[in-house]
């Protein structure tokens, strides 16, 4: 199983940033993928998690309605599009799969919303 994340960068308040997880090594249109993520001195959070062909999605409270998190089972990527950007969002992306009861994370991609 290896997971992929890119995307990430330094972003001003408001703005918007698209990450994306490219997987590999596993059935990826057969899992739900979800994606954490990580600030400096906090322990890692979830975020949003989509089902195996995108009929559900979930989002923790601090980002409905400015994340949206999506999947192409052809490109076996996931996706989470984020717009007006806080600087509470600044922290390290993560990807994960559970997998015959395993947790696979990929290896973060850094986001910084700062002015």
């Keep these: 199983v290896q997971l992929v994340e890119s995307g990430g960068g330094l ?5 918007s940033l698209r990450l994306s997880c490219a997987a590999s090594g596993f059935t990826f249109s057969s899992y739900t ?5 990580q600030a400096p001195g906090k322990e890692r959070e979830w975020v949003a ?3 195996s062909v995108g009929r559900t ?19 076996n990527t996931v996706y989470l599009q984020m717009n007006n950007l806080k600087p509470e969002d600044t922290a390290v992306y993560y990807c994960k ?3 015959a009861g395993l947790p ?11 002015s």
């Design 11 to 15: 972003v001003q308040p408001g703005g």
């Design 104 to 114: 696979y994370w990929g290896q973060g991609t850094q986001v910084t919303v700062s």
């Design 33 to 37: 993928m979800s994606w954490y993520r």
């Design 97 to 99: 799969v559970m997998r």
């Design 49 to 51: 998690t989509i089902t």
């Design 57 to 75: 999605t979930n989002y923790v409270d601090s980002v409905k309605g400015r994340f949206t998190i999506s999947r192409d089972n052809a490109k």
